[in-house]
């Protein structure tokens, strides 16, 4: 019997999910923390992964130890300190800051499906990556990464493309994250042979 399911998402131990919801065949991993996110189909995190204020697309690769959309310090107020928005944590008169939580929880982040984002690396609030882009491990982002571009370093930089362009065109069109379980059991053997330009070419793109 398969590991993950269609109806409920494998979330290994000592995991803090929090408002947030998950598609089929989604595996969280141990000690992660999810706040706030959405995982599309099949996206799932390595162990210890920090995702807040995300949507996840299907397919998407999360490694261990990333951080995705980490929240901001008031850094432009007198005091950056949690104090004067997790105000009741120290004064019993005094209540959180629901406008400020308010405002860091619009501050999506979004994975395209089928990302792969490396061990370690950051995404910051408000960031896109595309669709089949990877992020290197360790890399910082702090602005969009195109469909299919691979990007290193801190900030982190393009390195070049996945595909040529063409390619890359034919495989949005045949969008295959968005195929049934079913067909994408019948293509397995293509997937795990067939080089990119070569699986377009058989099934149709």
Excluded at 38 to 50: K, L, N, P, Q
Excluded at 163 to 174: G, H, K, S, W, Y
Excluded at 183 to 198: H, K, N, S, T, Y
């Amino acid at each position: 019997m398969p590991r993950l399911s269609p109806d409920t998402p494998l979330i290994h131990p000592d995991c803090d999910i929090a408002a947030s919801r998950f598609g089929a065949y989604c595996e969280i991993g141990r000690g992660s923390r999810v706040l706030n996110s959405d995982f599309g189909d099949y996206a799932y995190c390595d162990r210890y992964a920090d995702i807040a204020n995300c949507s996840v697309g299907k397919f998407a690769n999360i490694a261990a130890f990333t951080r995705i959309g980490p929240t901001d310090h008031p850094f432009r107020n007198a005091a950056q300190h949690h104090f004067h928005y997790r105000s009741a944590s120290y004064w019993e008169d005094e209540a959180d800051d629901a406008e400020f939580f308010a405002h860091r929880a619009s501050r999506r982040c979004t994975l395209g499906h089928d990302c792969w984002i490396g061990h370690g690396a950051i995404i910051r609030p408000e960031v896109s990556v595309g669709i089949g882009a990877v992020v290197a491990a360790g890399a910082v982002v702090t602005a969009d990464v195109p469909p299919f571009l691979i990007v290193a370093g801190v900030p982190a930089r393009p390195l070049r493309a996945r595909f040529p362009d063409n390619v890359a065109e034919r495989l949005m069109a045949l969008a295959w994250w968005d195929w049934p379980h079913e067909q994408l059991r019948a293509a397995l053997d293509d997937f795990r042979r067939l080089p990119a330009e070569a699986f377009l070419d058989r099934h149709g793109a």
